[in-house]
């Protein structure tokens, strides 16, 4: 097992396998809609419920920060005034920005923050959704490139280069956001919980004293709560990519979420879905994302390159692909798919 990964938790929607929670202390649950999604925290302890109502404050204030669909926060602030001048924000922004260059860089940039043109463009998840034509797709496309945003650290400011670029956090906010959620909860005295971000999950503990949390792994191609395998965890951040998320179809063709930033179409490979496992949220949401676009060979060996991330890959065709570091964690329980080596 790979270094800083104490269990694993893996899972494309939150789905737990019926009687996982036997403990003498009851679970409190509530949801909270936000950054785009069905937002889920279940936590132990009499004070569940004030402390669940903080995690929903910690969601909306990284929305007001960091949402390119509000006109008021700082990256829509950063967006209006690319190759204009340098915006000042928050350290939180600040942060999430700089994590998000070094993961393009890693990747050579199949992960692009500055995607923003593209993703409005199309307009997936909106009542807009399209096909662009080819004349303003590539001039979207002339505005991506991560290289050219200019973080000056002792100012505490973003400047985009040139005008019409636009920053998009989506493939690392809510990362960034559970994470937060963990460490308030956990410096509350939570020992025990369930952070679910759409699809975004950070397990707290153990499930009890005894035993650790058994997830099932969504199957992609199938009605949420379908599972393809199990895996036990704890204290574990898991984000799911994948193109049954989000999507429209328009002649025929189904178009997804997950852009690649040189071409300005939704990648495509034979990849239906990719589950991050890391330490923190913010590293596994980013990821999972980077990993998808590269494709199985490239982002298996991304993956067994670097010592703070695990994976596993589902395919078209049913292969089920596992990092080094998970090979003894995950269960395969659905025999319409195969493990491969």
């Known amino acids: 097992m790979k270094p ?52 929903f404050d910690i969601l909306d204030s990284v929305e007001k920060k960091m949402s390119p669909q509000r006109t008021d926060s700082e990256i829509s602030n950063i967006n209006a005034n690319a190759g204009i001048k340098p915006v000042k924000v928050t350290p939180e922004t600040f942060t999430v920005i700089e994590k998000g260059l070094e993961t393009a ?7 692009d923050i500055t995607i923003g043109p593209v993703v409005s463009l199309w307009g997936i998840g909106t009542e807009s959704a399209h096909v662009p034509g080819n004349a303003e797709l590539k001039r979207a496309l002339s505005m991506v490139d991560y290289r050219k945003v200019v973080l000056n650290e002792e100012q505490q400011t973003v400047y985009l280069e040139k005008p019409g670029m636009g920053l998009d956090l989506g493939a690392i906010a809510k990362g960034w956001a559970a994470d937060r959620i963990h460490d308030y909860l956990v410096s509350h005295g939570v020992e025990r919980g369930i952070i679910n971000l759409g699809g975004n999950v ?26 393809i395998g199990i ?59 980077l990993v998808f676009a590269l494709g199985r060979e490239k982002g298996m060996a991304l993956v067994e390159e670097v010592p703070f991330v695990d994976t596993i890959i589902v395919t078209k065709e049913h292969s089920v692909y596992i990092s080094q570091g998970l090979q003894k964690m995950f269960t395969l329980t659905d025999k319409s798919y195969r493990m491969e080596e």
Request: aromatic share 10%; charged share 20%; proline share 3%.
């Open 4 to 55: 800083g990964i104490a269990a694993l938790s893996i899972l494309v929607t939150a789905f737990f396998l019926s009687g996982c929670v036997r403990s003498e202390k009851p679970y409190v649950s509530d949801t909270h809609f936000a950054l785009g999604t069905v937002n889920t925290v279940k936590i132990q302890g009499a004070k569940a419920e004030k402390l669940i109502q903080g995690c």
């Open 202 to 227: 950070l397990v707290i503990g153990r499930k009890n004293e005894r035993d650790l949390w058994r997830v099932g792994v969504q199957n992609p191609e199938d009605s949420r709560g379908r599972y």
């Open 105 to 111: 860089s890693l990747g050579d940039g199949f992960l």
């Open 231 to 289: 895996l036990e965890a704890d204290d574990t951040a898991v984000v799911t990519s994948g193109k049954y998320e989000r999507y429209f179809v328009e002649n025929g063709h189904r178009y997804h979420h997950i852009f690649n930033p040189f071409t300005g179409y939704p990648v495509e490979n034979d990849l239906i879905s990719v589950t991050i496992v890391a330490k923190e949220s913010v590293t596994a949401d980013a990821f999972s994302t």
